[in-house]
C-alpha cells in the first residue's frame, strides 16, 4: 500500500462546477501537509498548506482529517486554468522528507 | 514565495556521458536541499536529501556513485549523473528549504534529460 494515495483521475468537470479531491496517509507521524499544482512538464507549485481547523485560499479550500487520515481539497467555480495535476504532499514528523501522492487530474472544460 | 532556479532546464546526450545538474536558491538560504526524479505519468520520487557541507542521504535503490550529488553552499546543489544511459532519461527536479522539517519545500523548474 502506498504511503500516500490518490484517485488519479481524471476528473473532467465543466466551468464553474465545485470539484473536490481526497487523499489519504498511511503513517500515523505524518506532521505537514500540502497541497502542490502540477501542470504538464513543469515543476509543482505549493498551492497551500493544509492545516488541522482547515484553510480557505479564494476558490480553494483544504481539510485535514487526523483520525480519519485524509486530506481534502474543495475547489469553487472551476476556471480553465485550473486544469492541472493536484499533488498531495505529506511530511513526516522529524524528517524533512516530502511523501508525493501519484496526483489527481482535473480537466476543466469549457 | 523564494525561488530556486535550475540549469540547465533540457539536455539531450549519448549515453555513456556524464551530465551535471544545478540548483540554485536565489533568495534565500537553502540549509536543505532534495534532488527527485519523474518518470512520465508517475510522481515525485525522492531521490537523496542534501545539507550544506555534508554527504548527501540516498534514498533506498538510488545509486550514490552513479548520481554524485554536492551542496557546497548555502544556495547551490549540484547533482551529477555519471555515465548515464537512456533509462537514466527523466524530469530532474530539485527543491530546497530552510532546514526546519516544516519548511515548505520551493522546487525549481525541472532539467528534462534525454539520453540518447
Known amino acids: 500500500r502506498k504511503e500516500v494515495e490518490q484517485d488519479p483521475g481524471p476528473f473532467n468537470v465543466p466551468e464553474g462546477a465545485t470539484v473536490a479531491f481526497n487523499c489519504t496517509y498511511s503513517n500515523s507521524a505524518s506532521q505537514s501537509f500540502f497541497w502542490y499544482r502540477q501542470d504538464c512538464r513543469k515543476e509543482p507549485k505549493l498551492l497551500m498548506s493544509v492545516y488541522s481547523s482547515g484553510n480557505e485560499d479564494g476558490r480553494f479550500t483544504a481539510q485535514l482529517n487526523r483520525a480519519s487520515q485524509y486530506i481534502s481539497l474543495l475547489i469553487r467555480d472551476s476556471k480553465l486554468s485550473d486544469s492541472a495535476t493536484y499533488l498531495c504532499?505529506?511530511?513526516?514528523?522529524?524528517?524533512?522528507?516530502?511523501?508525493f501522492g501519484t496526483g489527481t487530474r482535473l480537466k476543466v472544460l469549457a | 514565495g523564494a525561488v530556486v532556479s535550475q540549469h540547465p532546464s533540457r539536455v539531450i546526450c549519448k549515453s555513456g556521458t556524464s551530465v551535471k545538474i544545478e540548483c540554485r536558491s536565489l533568495d534565500f538560504q537553502a540549509t536543505t536541499m532534495f534532488w527527485y526524479r519523474q518518470f512520465p505519468k508517475q510522481s515525485l520520487m525522492l531521490m537523496a536529501t542534501?545539507?550544506?557541507?555534508?554527504?548527501?542521504?540516498?534514498e533506498q535503490g538510488v545509486e550514490k556513485d552513479k548520481f554524485l550529488i554536492n551542496h557546497a553552499s548555502l544556495t547551490l546543489s549540484t547533482l551529477t549523473v555519471t555515465s548515464a544511459h537512456p533509462e537514466d532519461s527523466s524530469f530532474y527536479i530539485c527543491?530546497?528549504?530552510?532546514?526546519?522539517?516544516?519548511?515548505?519545500?520551493?522546487f525549481g523548474p525541472g532539467t528534462r534529460l534525454t539520453v540518447l
Open positions: 527543491s530546497a528549504s530552510g532546514g526546519s522539517s516544516t519548511d515548505t519545500q520551493y
Open positions: 504532499v505529506v511530511n513526516r514528523r522529524g524528517t524533512y522528507k516530502y511523501i
Open positions: 542534501s545539507n550544506e557541507g555534508s554527504k548527501a542521504t540516498y
